[in-house]
């Protein structure tokens, strides 16, 4: 269900936002999901973030920590 969420949100910011791209983001959308889908939601925002600016918000140290595995920028709000 979170998976079908996320991709939804990322197919309807592509329609509004057709010709200019707008960053996305994102509240704590990966808080239920397990370490694999984690690992491969973050593989696949990396990607996509490649034509658009993500911004994910979580308050989860695991998924900060998988996405500096992943070597994408991270910044701590605290």
């Known amino acids: ?10 197919a309807i ?3 509004i936002c057709e010709d200019e ?6 509240d704590d959308v990966l808080s239920q999901y397990d370490d694999e ?3 491969e939601a973050l ?3 990396k990607e996509y973030s490649k034509t658009s600016q993500i911004v994910l918000f979580t308050c989860h140290n695991s ?3 998988t ?6 920028e991270t910044k701590n709000l605290r």
């Open 21 to 26: 791209k707008l960053p996305i983001l994102l």
């Open 13 to 15: 910011a592509e329609l």
């Open 43 to 45: 593989k696949f925002l």
């Open 37 to 39: 889908r984690t690992l």
């Open 67 to 72: 996405a500096k595995s992943l070597e994408i």
């Open 63 to 65: 998924i900060t920590e």
């Open 1 to 10: 269900m979170d998976q079908a969420y996320l991709s939804l949100r990322l």
